[in-house]
């Protein structure tokens, strides 16, 4: 039996794939407990998972707005409110973490832990020589972080450039990059010190480098190619959530195949403000023929206003009975939506937003699933400019079946119980069989 610490930020986002992941291990008779905020405290126990809480200082609650936990955020935009948000709201609760990651090793030890790219203290943990900490793997709920000289510095949402000029290209922007997050960097720098008595000696993005394993919860073809990757990435292909049940609406029968099906959500967090992309889409297609289906994320749908002829609505939906009859997925560029998407081979249409958002959304125009809009609050003329062009040409579907394909070809969870069980072999006395191969 292998002792497992899962840990993460708490970030809806970030946990539901790791409560797939934590089940599993479950199952197969694996001792797991799983450190993030308390309101999750339920949904992990519900896995069989021991639930352990993230410390008051590393604990918040992700459905109010980080503007209200800090009203200096409130003006940001762009690279200085992504700098704003790894410092304050990733970087700064690392040593709360570090703490609870280590009194727990310490209670009883931990052979793994699997943690997210967002929680930092994984990043203090890291600096111990590998006999003091339990072994790591990176868990990709997110786009890759990984700085490289083949991409753009993470958070600027700019697709790969080929060539001389792309690297060149990286590299000025790498140098502003560091100037936008020199503060978050200040902050991770004075962390590690206080634990291992020097700074970091890379980039704060660079950290999920030093883990033992990355496993990036998606396929290769959809994140940029990097020359210059650790030997430690491997690609295992998307993680389903497991979502709320849902019955089937009334109105189900309507996705009858005769009409074309645009689905709209913008997911379970980002939906106080429905006139952010919901009414936008709603509106755009009104006179279309087509079918729009929105699904609330759980808010009641009498939060809507009055929907025209076309439209249809429920507060949630079964993905697996619903995706298969969608003809086009439009979203707030939520990676976990957009994985499950794709699994279904849906063409998207994404607009930008904050976060990671940007950079979920130039991937799926870099791998031609879809097209984005760069704008957080997109008009209904540009939406329906793209659902339109995305219906209509061919290509975007074909991008998207062969996106399928090939994640249907990945092993998910069994792929991340081999690298578990091989971390923990190269890190027991004598050794043991070499890491899998990277995939």
């Known amino acids: 039996m292998t002792s497992i610490l899962i840990a993460t930020v708490p970030f809806h986002g970030h946990v539901t794939p790791l409560l797939t992941v934590a089940r599993?291990?479950?199952?197969?008779?694996?001792?797991?407990?799983?450190?993030?905020?308390?309101?999750?405290?339920?949904s992990v126990r519900a896995t069989g998972a021991e639930f352990l809480p993230l410390p008051a200082e590393?604990?918040?609650?992700?459905?109010?707005?980080?503007?209200?936990?800090?009203?200096?955020?409130?003006?940001?935009?762009?690279?200085?409110?992504l700098g704003f948000d790894i410092e304050h709201v990733f970087t700064r609760?690392?040593?709360?973490?570090?703490?609870?990651?280590?009194?727990?090793h310490r209670m009883a030890p931990v052979d793994v832990m699997l943690t997210d790219p967002s929680f930092a203290g994984a990043a203090i943990v890291a600096g111990h020589p590998r006999a003091e900490r339990p072994a790591l793997v990176l868990c990709g709920v997110m786009p890759l972080p990984l700085s490289s000289r083949d991409t753009a510095p993470f958070g600027m949402g700019l697709t790969?450039?080929?060539?001389?000029?792309?690297?060149?290209?990286?590299?000025?922007l790498a140098v502003l990059a560091r100037r936008v997050f020199r503060d978050?960097?200040?902050?991770?720098?004075?962390?590690?010190?206080?634990?291992?008595?020097?700074?970091?000696?890379?980039?704060?993005?660079?950290?999920?480098?030093?883990a033992d394993a990355i496993a990036q919860f998606t396929v290769?073809?959809?994140?940029?190619?990097?020359?210059?990757?650790?030997?430690?990435?491997h690609?295992?292909?998307?993680?389903?959530?497991?979502?709320?049940?849902?019955?089937?609406?009334?109105?189900?029968?309507?996705?009858?195949?005769?009409?074309?099906?645009?689905?709209?959500?913008?997911?379970?967090?980002?939906?106080?403000?429905w006139g952010k992309l919901v009414l936008p889409t709603v509106e755009a297609l009104a006179h279309d023929d087509v079918l729009v289906v929105v699904t609330t994320g759980g808010r009641p749908l009498d939060t809507l206003p009055a929907l025209p002829a076309n439209a249809r609505a429920a507060e949630y939906l079964p993905y697996d009975e619903l995706l298969p009859k969608t003809d086009v997925y439009v979203t707030n560029a939520g990676y976990g939506g957009v994985q499950y998407a794709l699994r279904h081979g849906v063409p998207i249409v994404a607009i930008g937003g904050q976060e990671d958002k940007p950079e979920v959304a130039a991937r799926i125009t870099w791998s031609g699933v879809g097209r984005r809009i760069r704008s957080v609050s997109p008009s209904p003329r540009a939406l329906r400019r793209a659902v339109r062009a995305v219906l209509r040409d061919g290509r975007y579907r074909r991008a998207a079946d062969a996106m399928s394909a090939r994640m249907a070809a990945s092993r998910g969870?069994?792929?991340?119980?081999?690298?578990?069980?091989?971390?923990?072999?190269d890190a027991a006395p004598g050794g043991g069989p070499a890491r899998p191969s990277r995939s």
Do not use: C
């Not at 599993?24 to 339920?42: H, K």
């Not at 978050?184 to 950290?207: I, N, P």
């Open 184 to 210: 978050a960097q200040r902050s991770a720098d004075e962390l590690h010190r206080r634990v291992h008595g020097v700074g970091l000696s890379y980039s704060l993005f660079e950290w999920p480098a030093r």
């Open 93 to 104: 609760p690392a040593p709360a973490q570090y703490e609870a990651v280590m009194a727990t």
């Open 160 to 172: 790969p450039m080929a060539g001389p000029i792309g690297r060149a290209r990286n590299a000025v």
């Open 58 to 81: 590393a604990d918040y609650d992700d459905r109010i707005d980080v503007s209200i936990r800090f009203p200096e955020r409130a003006s940001l935009r762009g690279s200085a409110a």
């Open 220 to 233: 290769r073809e959809f994140e940029y190619p990097r020359s210059d990757a650790p030997a430690s990435l």
């Open 24 to 42: 599993g291990f479950v199952a197969r008779g694996d001792r797991v407990r799983f450190l993030t905020g308390s309101r999750f405290a339920e």
């Open 235 to 273: 690609f295992i292909g998307p993680i389903a959530a497991t979502g709320p049940s849902a019955p089937l609406p009334a109105w189900w029968g309507d996705l009858d195949g005769s009409t074309p099906v645009v689905h709209v959500t913008q997911g379970t967090m980002a939906n106080k403000d």
């Open 413 to 425: 969870f069994d792929h991340i119980a081999e690298i578990v069980d091989a971390v923990v072999t």
